[in-house]
T-cell receptor
Framework: DAKTTQPTSMDCAEGRAANLPCNHSTISGNEYVYWYRQIHSQGPQYIIHGLKNNETNEMASLIITEDRKSSTLILPHATLRDTAVYYCIVAGRGANSKLTFGKGITLSVRP | NAGVTQTPKFRILKIGQSMTLQCTQDMNHNYMYWYRQDPGMGLKLIYYSVGAGITDKGEVPNGYNVSRSTTEDFPLRLELAAPSQTSVYFC??????????????FGPGTRLTVT
C-alpha cells in the first residue's frame, strides 16, 4: 500500500473550517484514500474515504486532486470536540488489504 | 447494536504471565483485526481474520496468538508477557459488503501494562 505524508500538527479556531492536507504521491489506481480520527485514548473512528471524486458526508468533505497525489480533509465548522489525531491512509480493496496507520496529524481546535 | 466490545479495559501483568484479551462484535462482520498502539505512535496490526477459522499475521505478530471459532469473537492471547508488550490494544471489525470498503469499527481498547 502507498505511503502517506502529513504535517505533524495544526490548529484552527472554533467555528472555522479545518483543512487537513495529505500527500500520497505513490498511490496506485485501485487504492482509496481513507481518513480516520482518534480522540484522546479512544479507538479510531472512520470519517470518510474516496477514490478520485470528491466526497462529502455528515462529518467532513474529502477533496482529492486530479492526479490523486494529494488530498485534503475539510471539517467545515470545527468544534472543540474535533480536537484529535487525524490519520490519512491509502489502501486497496483486496481481501488481504490492510490499513497502515502512521503518526497522523494532531488537530487542536482553540476556543 | 453494541458494536465492538473489548474486555478487560485495564490490566497489569507480571513478566511471564499469560492472558487473553477478549473482543466481540455484534454487527455480523466477517473481517476482524487486532492492533496495538504504543505512546505517541500510530496503530500497528498484530493479527487479522477474514472469517471464522481463518487468521493471518499482521506487521507485529510475535508474542501473540489468535483464534476465530465464531464470527462474533476474536480473542488475542499473550502467552509469556514481556515489558515490550505494554501497550493499548484495539480490536476492530469491518464488513466486506459494498465492495471492500475499509470502514473499520473499533473497540474502546485494552490498556495493558507488563511489569
Amino acid at each position: 500500500d502507498a505511503k502517506t505524508t502529513q504535517p505533524t500538527s495544526m490548529d484552527c479556531a472554533e467555528g472555522r473550517a479545518a483543512n487537513l492536507p495529505c500527500n500520497h504521491s505513490t498511490i496506485s489506481g485501485n487504492e482509496y484514500v481513507y481518513w480516520y480520527r482518534q480522540i484522546h485514548s479512544q479507538g479510531p473512528q472512520y470519517i470518510i474515504h474516496g477514490l478520485k471524486n470528491n466526497e462529502t458526508n455528515e462529518m467532513a468533505s474529502l477533496i482529492i486532486t486530479e492526479d490523486r497525489k494529494s488530498s485534503t480533509l475539510i471539517l467545515p465548522h470545527a468544534t472543540l470536540r474535533d480536537t484529535a489525531v487525524y490519520y490519512c491512509i491509502v489502501a486497496g480493496r483486496g481481501a488481504n488489504s490492510k490499513l497502515t496507520f502512521g503518526k497522523g496529524i494532531t488537530l487542536s481546535v482553540r476556543p | 447494536n453494541a458494536g465492538v466490545t473489548q474486555t478487560p479495559k485495564f490490566r497489569i501483568l507480571k513478566i511471564g504471565q499469560s492472558m487473553t484479551l477478549q473482543c466481540t462484535q455484534d454487527m455480523n462482520h466477517n473481517y476482524m483485526y487486532w492492533y496495538r498502539q504504543d505512546p505517541g505512535m500510530g496503530l500497528k496490526l498484530i493479527y487479522y481474520s477474514v472469517g471464522a477459522g481463518i487468521t493471518d499475521k499482521g506487521e507485529v505478530p510475535n508474542g501473540y496468538n489468535v483464534s476465530r471459532s465464531t464470527t462474533e469473537d476474536f480473542p488475542l492471547r499473550l502467552e509469556l508477557a514481556a515489558p515490550s508488550q505494554t501497550s493499548v490494544y484495539f480490536c476492530a471489525s469491518r464488513t466486506t459488503r459494498g465492495g471492500g470498503n475499509h470502514e473499520q469499527y473499533f473497540g474502546p481498547g485494552t490498556r495493558l501494562t507488563v511489569t
